[in-house]
């Protein structure tokens, strides 16, 4: 599923038109959630065609489970490898950051990354998340004539209080809002921004 979306629609289409306005708007969030932080510090799960980190002053390590996006993906300095966040390739405590951003909804059992992301946080680190509103979203791509309206490889609808509750227990919420629009419900909105940090009564 994950390289048939990948065939179907480029992420370079993110930095085209309005498209572009609202990924810029998470992109400059979740830039801010990592400044300080050393780039071998950081992680960076679904990188896709590595974006984000363009134009970046940090390298995190980064990976993605679609070979094909990989190859897309420009050369530049840090770590670049094929994993499946299911069941992520390094040790316990290897990481202050974990950006979970546009990954969720590409998997049927969320609550799974998010366990992996906690063991390899190290005490205190943080996950940062952005899911999209599929609703809202999917209504806009048809409106800017995008097929099929719905990405394909959308497999879960994430909305605030299901992700509470995969979070609970193991991580405690530091900010959470809406965007494009901060004072209008998630469900006007286009995503939802949420940092957390790794709580020390959490599971191992």
């Known amino acids: 599923m994950h390289e048939y979306a990948a065939a179907v629609e480029r992420h370079s289409s993110h930095e085209r038109g309005v498209v572009r306005y609202f990924y810029q708007m998470y992109v400059e969030h979740t830039l801010r959630c990592v400044e300080g932080c050393r780039g071998p510090e950081v992680l960076e799960v679904g990188c896709g065609e590595r974006l984000m980190f363009k134009k970046a002053s940090i390298c995190p390590v980064q990976m993605d489970i679609s070979?094909?996006?990989?190859?897309?993906?420009?050369?530049?300095?840090?770590?670049?490898?094929?994993?499946?966040?299911?069941?992520?390739?390094?040790?316990?405590?290897?990481?202050?950051?974990?950006?979970?951003?546009?990954?969720?909804?590409?998997?049927?059992?969320?609550?799974?990354?998010?366990?992996?992301?906690?063991?390899?946080?190290?005490?205190?680190?943080?996950?940062?998340?952005?899911?999209?509103?599929?609703?809202?979203?999917?209504?806009?791509?048809?409106?800017l004539l995008k097929f099929p309206a719905r990405y394909p490889d959308h497999l879960t609808f994430t909305t605030p209080k299901r992700l509470g509750s995969?979070?609970?227990?193991?991580?405690?919420?530091?900010e959470a809002f809406p965007l494009p629009f901060r004072s209008v419900s998630f469900y006007m909105n286009l995503y939802y921004f949420l940092v957390a940090r790794k709580t020390p009564w959490g599971a191992a």
């Not at 995969?166 to 530091?174: A, E, G, K, T, V």
């Open 67 to 143: 070979l094909t996006r990989l190859r897309r993906a420009p050369h530049h300095e840090g770590r670049l490898l094929c994993a499946d966040a299911y069941a992520l390739p390094f040790a316990d405590k290897s990481f202050e950051v974990v950006l979970l951003v546009a990954v969720l909804e590409h998997t049927r059992e969320p609550w799974r990354i998010l366990e992996e992301a906690h063991r390899v946080l190290r005490p205190g680190g943080r996950v940062v998340i952005v899911v999209p509103n599929d609703v809202t979203l999917s209504l806009g791509r048809a409106l």
């Open 166 to 174: 995969w979070l609970r227990d193991r991580f405690q919420i530091l």
